[in-house]
T-cell receptor, first 112, second 113 residues
Framework: QKEVEQDPGPLSVPEGAIVSLNCTYS??????FMWYRQYSRKGPELLMY????GNKEDGRFTAQVDKSSKYISLFIRDSQPSDSATYLC????????????FGPGTRLSVLP | ETGVTQTPRHLVMGMTNKKSLKCEQH?????MYWYKQSAKKPLELMFV???????ENNSVPSRFSPECPNSSHLFLHLHTLQPEDSALYLC????????????FGSGTRLTVV
């Protein structure tokens, strides 16, 4: 079983739709959860982060963590064509970058 | 630019060539990382440097050789690569122990022919 699983997509939605992106994981030691956005020909950029369980909201983006189910989600409201990118989830048991584990990414296309 | 600059952006090399990738960060970070990103695969951590000292080498073949002369610069020296080494190589930096400030460069797209 892979440590972090993520549907690779591609996922295509119309502009204005609510998008749900998800990752599942197997290591119950993960405490830090992050979402990165990667545009074509660019490196990943940090979008959202949460510690332990719960929800976090930032503008049109909401991150949810359900540690009991080992499941994390990123919701995008009122999606825009500029949201078209690959979304990577990442998680870590501690605060050290070398212990990050990334998902393979979901490619999202928001159609105008 | 994000504060982490990688050169070159694209590189095509033969299997017998020797080349180097360069990474420079202007963020005052003290940890730097090399990652490999292949299509439909998770990012693979290759090397970690904390305060210029290598602290992680994730079973990377010896044809990849990192160098960190100071906390702002990181190199990846390449020699006798294989076609399966073709990938996007990403450099990242952070304050050691502060994962939320992790910043990636735009990467070098490497093609081995």
């Amino acid at each position: 079983q892979k440590e972090v699983e993520q549907d690779p997509g591609p996922l295509s939605v119309p502009e204005g739709a609510i998008v749900s992106l998800n990752c599942t994981y197997s290591n119950s030691a993960f405490q830090y959860f992050m979402w990165y956005r990667q545009y074509s020909r660019k490196g990943p950029e940090l979008l959202m982060y949460t510690y332990s369980s719960g929800n976090k909201e930032d503008g049109r983006f909401t991150a949810q963590v359900d540690k009991s189910s080992k499941y994390i989600s990123l919701f995008i409201r009122d999606s825009q064509p500029s949201d078209s990118a690959t979304y990577l989830c990442a998680m870590s048991p501690d605060n050290y970058g070398q212990n990050f584990v990334f998902g393979p990414g979901t490619r999202l296309s928001v159609l105008p | 630019e994000t504060g982490v600059t990688q050169t070159p952006r694209h590189l095509v090399m033969g299997m017998t060539n020797k080349k180097s990738l360069k990474c420079e960060q202007h963020l005052g970070h003290n940890a730097m990382y090399w990652y490999k990103q292949s299509a439909k695969k998770p990012l693979e951590l290759m090397f970690v440097y904390n305060f210029k000292e290598q602290t992680e080498n994730n079973s990377v073949p010896s044809r990849f050789s990192p160098e960190c002369p100071n906390s702002s610069h990181l190199f990846l020296h390449l020699h006798t690569l294989q076609p399966e080494d073709s990938a996007l190589y990403l450099c990242a930096s952070s304050q050691a122990g502060a994962i939320y400030g992790y910043t990636f460069g735009s990467g070098t797209r490497l093609t081995v022919v």
